[in-house]
């Protein structure tokens, strides 16, 4: 699936679970603080809901390909695969950003009227 952009969509490519946290691995390089934002809106109010008291850390390790949303304890299998799902509609709407990915960035802008402004 292609956003209007042109890129691909952002998912969550794998869950895994480590020593008190659970890694959900997604495809792309990098997530937005707005992008963070609205994840933790969408699913720590939801995470309350269902009991679990702990939050969301965003990382990327040096050399990784991917950017990983930990969820700092380990649900049910049930509950995991819910909170998976929650994320992946909320990363949908995102898209994926690949490392060497060339970015649009403004360096200039210019203003230019067709008739002068009076002040």
Same mark, same amino acid.
């Given at each position: 699936?292609?956003?209007?952009?042109?890129?691909?969509?952002?998912?969550?490519?794998? +869950?895994?679970?480590?020593?008190?946290?659970?890694?959900?691995?997604?495809?792309?390089?990098?997530?937005?603080?707005?992008?963070?934002? &609205?994840?933790?809106?969408?699913?720590?109010?939801?995470?309350? &809901?269902?009991?679990?008291?702990?939050?969301?850390?965003?990382? &990327?390790?040096?050399?990784?390909?991917?950017?990983?949303?930990?969820?700092?304890?380990?649900?049910?299998?049930?509950?995991?695969?819910?909170? &998976?799902?929650?994320?992946?509609?909320?990363?949908?709407?995102?898209?994926?950003?690949?490392?060497?990915?060339?970015?649009? +960035? +403004?360096?200039?802008?210019?203003?230019?009227?067709?008739?002068?402004?009076?002040?």
């Amino acid at each position: 699936m292609r956003l209007e952009t042109g890129d691909f969509i952002m998912k969550i490519a794998d +869950v895994r679970e480590t020593w008190i946290h659970t890694h959900f691995i997604t495809d792309s390089w990098e997530i937005l603080p707005e992008e963070r934002f &609205r994840i933790d809106m969408r699913v720590e109010p939801e995470l309350r &809901r269902l009991g679990i008291q702990y939050g969301l850390q965003y990382e &990327r390790k040096p050399q990784a390909e991917v950017y990983t949303i930990v969820l700092e304890c380990i649900p049910f299998p049930k509950t995991r695969d819910y909170i &998976r799902e929650m994320m992946d509609e909320t990363i949908g709407d995102f898209p994926t950003r690949k490392k060497d990915q060339p970015r649009n +960035v +403004v360096t200039t802008i210019t203003v230019q009227d067709e008739q002068p402004k009076e002040v």
